[in-house]
């Protein structure tokens, strides 16, 4: 709880509330890792949020020239890092010692619309307006917050206030605009546990008002919303029953219904007392009849009982749903707004809580299809059921449906803003409900909250594209590439949006535009020369393209290992018979450049490989096997350098004993589906053949699955985040 003078993060200053802010602290924006394909740092200031809150501009033509000295370098300081709260708090906290109200104005607007969770700074705002005389203004700021954050109980309180200040009382109109913020409120806020001032300032109002029905009405909603003060609506409403008549109080309905009741049970009663007695009235003289239109203080008595006999059931009921969730309340420590991270106690609180609200709907779901399966003679045959009559039922029912699992991740979405799991969390609760739904909370958490976090920008895209708007896809990732360059997932996912899409030209251009742009960084432009040589390979079917794209990749980056192996890839695929100086020619290439001994002793297998597989002259197989020998010994001088890297293959090539004949131990697969992709070893040992400088040594590394990951690997894992989690 904040001192009494002291500002939260909402902009309250001295309000000995629970809801106060802690202190004012920034949190750091998300980076990206290389694992995310990114070599530069997020681009925060060109995230700009919407900014169109109001209808016209606060009218600041008066005071707009002779702006505070020190504002225009606290308005740059905060628009040069947008989401650094401290540098906003600071400008507006000067705003307001200077007492400057167009630079205020100015300062709240650009500040609230990038963080409009902030109920104390709409407050702040109303206040502004209200003392310099823009009473509607002030109305409209109110208005304009509550749809930022529609579950503010201290705003809607704010509102409500100002309202009650400001309008005229005596026209007839006023009560019932009144009544209907009321309504409104409740209805966007009253689930809310700390809703307790919210009911109780509506409570007195109509009191006020006269209207003790209307009164008896709010308080018989409130005992069914489960609130931190329960108690305290059921003694209010003892309270109220007692000092009122009930027919002043109750429904007609009600009143009808619970005084025909008393009366005949009062009647009963009276007959019971009198046959113990031993007294008989005389034929036709009747009980003594009470005056029409009034009832005796005995009947108001009994009526009182009965009401109270009736709302006990529903305190019960709500006590017990009050107790459930004490617990999960008393966890969250902070249910407002702050860029403070959370601590873990309170973001394991709000999953556990939503996971047990999520529980209790389909508990409730799965009991109400039960009671609707149920047949007549089930019916009948329940005493339960016959006894409690309908209507009672449905009194004591404390309200429990999807509307609550909604109210309780909105809530959560207050306090967790800034974390993307809850966000993602709640768009696949609503997926299986409305696509404009969940379109709406993209909107909200890329738009407003999370703009500098790339998963959920893509999968937002990945949503529009899944529902057909492709336009909408492509306008979000294009958005997403902008305001953040340099991150390579962005461009993938619009190549790949592109190829999905049929317009693989397009794709092409965004892969060779990235080739282009990123020739500083040798990092990322070999990556993308390796993807754009990918497209032009496998769906282009033009190797030619693909091999000049890496050649000239290599120019950049001649000690780039992976454009080798990619070039190796594509002069393998082309025809046998014009591949095989080609692919001499890239191996060549590779053992002159500043590769690792593993890469040239790789690439110079792989050439083998394919010497062996497809030359159609022993000769030829010999040399190169020669050449290849040779450059085991200068590397490494042992065939170990060569097959380092994996020690599944030294135990395909050496027993236990450590024989190199223990890969004949191996036993080849039984199933006759399975192929049999290593040919049985040679009569001779592996050693032996390779120290006579035979071709028998050839099987040594040949048997070994050398090329398991043969390949360019994706050190970026640019299909993070492709999806929501599931």
Known sequence: MAAEGEMNSNGDLGEPSAMEAAEVSTLPPPEMSDENGCTDSATEASAQPETAFFSAPPDTEDEGSDLPADFERLWNAAHDNPRDFTSWT????????????????????EFLARFPLCYGYWKKFADLERRAGNNDKAAEVCVQGLQSIPLSVDLWIHYINLLLGTLDMNLPESPKHIRSVFEDAVVAAGLDFHSNRLWDLYFE?????????????????????PTQHYNTHYEKFKVHLNNSDPKETLSLEEYEEVRA?????????????????????????????????????ELMQRMREQVLVRREKIYQENENEVRKRWNFEDT????????????????????????????????????????SNKTDADVKEDPEVT???????????????????????????????????????????LETCSVDEVRAVYKRACDIHLPSTPNIHMQRATFEERHGDLAEARRVLEALD?????LAVVRLRRAALERRAGQLEQSEALLQEAVTQSKEKPTLHAFYSIKLARLFLKLGRNPSRARRVLQEALEISPDNDKLHLNLLEVELSAETWSSAEAVQQCVTRALEA?????????????????????????????????????????????KREAESGDEGREKLSKGDGGSANGASEQVPPTD??????????????????AQSGGYGGYSSWYQQPQYSSYGYQNTWNYNQGYYPPS
């Open 261 to 297: 009741f008393c009366r005949e049970s009062q009647k009963v009663e009276r007959a019971e007392q009198a046959k113990e007695k031993g007294e008989e009235r005389p034929p036709g003289e009747e009980e003594p009849a009470t005056p029409e239109g009034t009832d005796s203080e």
């Open 594 to 638: 500043p590769l690792t001994p593993h890469t040239k002793i790789l690439l110079s297998q792989r050439g083998l490989q394919f010497v062996e597989e497809y030359s159609n002259s022993i000769q030829s197989v010999l040399s190169v096997y020669e050449a290849h020998q040779k450059l085991i010994k200068e590397l490494g001088g042992t």
């Open 205 to 225: 109002w109509e009191k006020e008002q006269g209207d003790l029905r209307n009164a008896t009405a709010v308080l018989d909603r409130v005992l069914k919303v």
């Open 387 to 429: 006894a409690q009559p309908q209507r009672e039922m449905e009194e004591t029912k404390v309200f429990c449906d999807d509307h609550r699992v909604r109210f309780l991740f909105e809530r959560c979405l207050i306090a967790c803003a800034l974390y993307e799991e809850f966000w993602t969390r709640y768009i696949q609760y």
């Open 482 to 486: 902008k305001n953040m360059p340099g």
């Open 90 to 109: 600071d400008l507006l906290q000067y705003c307001e010692q200077e007492g400057h109200i167009g630079a205020s104005q100015r300062a709240l607007m």
């Open 672 to 689: 006759p589906q399975v192929p049999i992709t290593m040919p049985p070893p040679p009569p001779m040992s592996i050693d032996a053949g």
């Open 332 to 371: 969250i420590k902070r249910p407002y707004f702050h860029v403070k991270p959370l601590d873990q106690t309170q973001l394991r609180g709000w999953h556990a809580y939503l996971d047990w609200e999520v529980a209790q709907l389909k508990k409730d779901t799965q009991d109400h299809n039960k009671d």
